[in-house]
């Protein structure tokens, strides 16, 4: 496969729950990207690791979405006050250091 | 800033035909290029990448596209369609720096027997 895991599958939950996605990517990649994907569109970047800290979060929508890395392997995307906006694919992905990103199969999100 | 078009958000061929998906990209510095492919609920797959070094580049599954700097294209071919290609494809570009990938809207493509 392409290396990256992500849990859980499918989660549906409520208008106004907590939600936490994890991504865990094969260890020695020190780069880490989430993405979300609504319906009909394509991937859109939400943030990336460099290691632990994020070097890029200007794709968070709002303060309701925060990401953490904490030991530079496992990531979680985490999201307060869920919207029914929020609905979507969450995908993460692992960079080689060649320019290419190697996606897992995704997180789907149902905010009913 | 950078940015993708993809033209046509669903081409139907029959199978054996040309497949033929169109990317145009924009961006200020050097691109880097990429074409993948999602199956229903699935991940992305990677097909080809393009990088700076030649521009017609090979991927998998017989898939191929030609780097064309004067008309911002990288559109993505396949000379034979086979009924396992039905499926969304996407164009990314990234630069250098981030490397985040800027995607299209995506062509979903239907084969025909």
């Known amino acids: 496969g392409a290396g990256v895991s992500q849990t859980p599958s499918n989660k549906v939950t409520e208008k106004g729950k907590y939600v936490e996605l994890r991504c865990d990517p094969i260890?020695?990649?020190?780069?880490l990207y989430w993405y979300r994907q609504s319906l009909g569109q394509g991937p859109e970047f939400l943030i990336y690791?460099?290691?632990?800290?994020?070097?890029?979060d200007s794709g968070l929508p709002n303060d309701r979405f925060f990401a953490v890395r904490p030991e530079g392997s496992v990531s979680t995307l985490k999201i307060q006050r869920t919207e029914r906006g929020d609905s979507a694919v969450y995908l993460c992905?692992?960079?080689?250091?060649?320019?290419?990103?190697?996606f897992g199969p995704g997180t789907r999100l149902l905010v009913l | 800033a950078q940015s993708v078009t993809q033209l046509g958000s669903h081409v139907s061929v029959s199978e054996g035909a040309l497949v033929l998906l169109r990317c145009n990209y924009s961006?200020?510095?050097?691109?880097?290029l990429f074409w993948y492919v999602q199956y229903p609920n699935q991940g992305l797959q990677l097909l080809l990448k393009?990088?700076?070094?030649?521009?017609l580049v090979k991927g998998i599954n017989g898939f191929e596209a030609e780097f064309k700097k004067s008309e911002t294209s990288f559109h993505l071919t396949k000379p034979s369609a086979h009924m396992s290609d039905a499926a969304e494809y996407f164009c990314?570009?990234?630069?250098?720096?981030?490397?985040?990938?800027?995607f299209g809207t995506g062509t979903r493509l239907k084969v025909l027997a």
């Open positions: 992905a692992r960079w080689t250091g060649l320019e290419t990103q190697y």
């Open positions: 260890s020695g990649h020190t780069a």
């Open positions: 690791f460099q290691g632990t800290g994020a070097a890029d």
């Open positions: 961006s200020s510095v050097p691109p880097y």
């Open positions: 393009y990088t700076s070094a030649a521009t």
């Open positions: 990314a570009v990234s630069g250098t720096g981030t490397y985040k990938y800027i």
